[in-house]
């Protein structure tokens, strides 16, 4: 089996990319804020180098309490072009700063560092620092509290185990945002109600349409995709990676197949952006070949339009180790697919089975299979569900409640 690795569990481990580019950029670049600007601005610190859920959650942020009196900057410890792009195209301002690096050996230097970052916060008034999750905490946090502002760091995954040094340079976090109970409850540092908060992701659920708009979404897309309008779609909503169970779906696809042959499996993720996803898409790619399904998966590779790409899904599934609380999920519930998802984590919080959806225990290729079939061969069930799905959704896991929730949470620190 290709070895899985939970890139949380330490944080010197992380996406890496293959594209190189200076952390430092003239001062000139620097966003600068003005006497018009908010006067809440929150620096929200990103340490990785490529565009993937962590920074799509932030953009949502951004977004989301705008309406709520704060501005937002993206400070990139890891400055690509990609990155710039990303925060550029939607009118929010990005730039590089090069990461202060924890520790003990090179205190000196690392306080050096922080000091630095800590100006740039006062000289960009920056009322609160909102780390993306754990590694950018542990780069930032200090600067943060140096420079007087509160620090929140977000947790979006599982973190099983932290050696006793970043427990330590943890310390200057204020409080934590946990994007599920679960993920708050195996979080190996102690957090007391006080110092944590649940904040469930949301969405905004597209309006009803009549079936027929529907069903013509459904074959413009497929056609594009260059499926026939009869077979039935099972599609997955996640990028290539070790994090993902691929060899448990493809187990699972041999029996589905087996039983009901006019079926597709697309996956829709980056696939080739960076040196880990090339390297597994390699490894999952020949576990297909190998288990006889070559014409039976469609990649598509990452998609801008993903809640166009649902039009084409019949059922949508995810297969996965570990998970914060997938916002693929609650676009697939959104649209009113069924959904058949591993239960772990903090994905029981969001699907309760037989009731909006189907769980399956980790790893477990049989019982995920059975449940596919199931829906395959019961249109009103899968119905049932998706319908379920997306009424979960439209009381539970609304944009509008995120907004508040983390709108809220920047309430409590800044006034």
């Known amino acids: 089996m290709y070895p899985v690795t939970d890139q949380t569990n330490h944080v010197d481990s992380g996406r890496k990319s293959d594209v190189t580019v200076s952390n430092s950029r003239p001062y000139s670049e620097r966003v600068t804020r003005t006497a018009d600007s908010p006067s809440r601005l929150v620096a929200h610190i990103l340490p990785f180098p490529a565009v993937g859920g962590t920074e799509q959650a932030t953009l949502r942020i951004m977004k989301a309490v705008e309406p709520f009196g704060y501005s937002g900057v993206a400070m990139l410890l890891e400055d690509t072009e990609e990155l710039r792009q990303f925060f550029g195209d939607s009118g929010r301002t990005a730039l590089g700063w090069p990461a202060p690096t924890p520790s003990l050996r090179h205190g000196k230097t690392f306080l050096a560092e922080s000091r630095a970052l800590a100006k740039e916060f006062r000289r960009l008034k920056v009322s609160l620092v909102h780390c993306s999750d754990f590694k950018a905490a542990w780069h930032a946090s200090l600067a943060g509290r140096l420079a007087g502002v509160p620090v929140i760091c977000h947790i979006r995954n599982r973190c099983d185990s932290l050696i006793w040094r970043d427990r330590l340079f943890m310390r200057p976090v204020s409080h934590f945002a946990f994007v599920s109970r679960d993920t708050w409850k195996g979080f190996p540092i102690h957090v007391p109600p006080n110092r944590g908060t649940v904040i469930y992701d949301g969405i905004n659920p597209p309006p009803p349409r009549p079936a027929d708009e529907i069903e013509q979404d459904r074959r413009a897309v497929r056609t594009e995709l260059g499926l026939t309008h009869s077979v039935r779609v099972i599609g997955m909503l996640a990028r290539v990676a070790p994090q993902k169970d691929y060899d448990t779906l493809v187990r699972a696809a ?123 061969q019961s249109p009103s069930l899968a119905e049932r569900l998706g319908q379920a799905a997306r009424q979960t959704v439209l009381t539970d896991f609304t944009a509008e409640k995120f907004a508040r929730s983390v709108a809220d949470l920047y309430a409590r620190f800044v006034k």
């Open 254 to 376: 041999v029996r589905v197949v087996q039983a009901d042959p006019n079926v597709r499996f697309v996956v829709s993720g980056d696939c080739s952006a960076h040196e880990v996803s090339r390297k597994h898409y390699a490894y999952v790619q020949g576990l297909i070949q190998q288990s006889g399904l070559s014409d039976y998966f469609l990649f598509t590779g990452y998609r801008p339009d993903v809640m166009r790409l649902l039009a084409a899904f019949d059922i949508s599934v995810l297969s996965t180790h570990f998970e914060g609380l997938p916002l693929a999920l609650l676009e697939s519930m959104a649209h009113a697919k069924p959904v058949v998802a591993t239960a772990v984590d903090g994905i029981p919080e969001v699907i309760v089975d037989g009731r909006n959806g189907f769980l399956t225990a980790h790893q477990d290729a049989e019982a995920l299979a059975a449940r596919l079939i199931e829906l395959i």
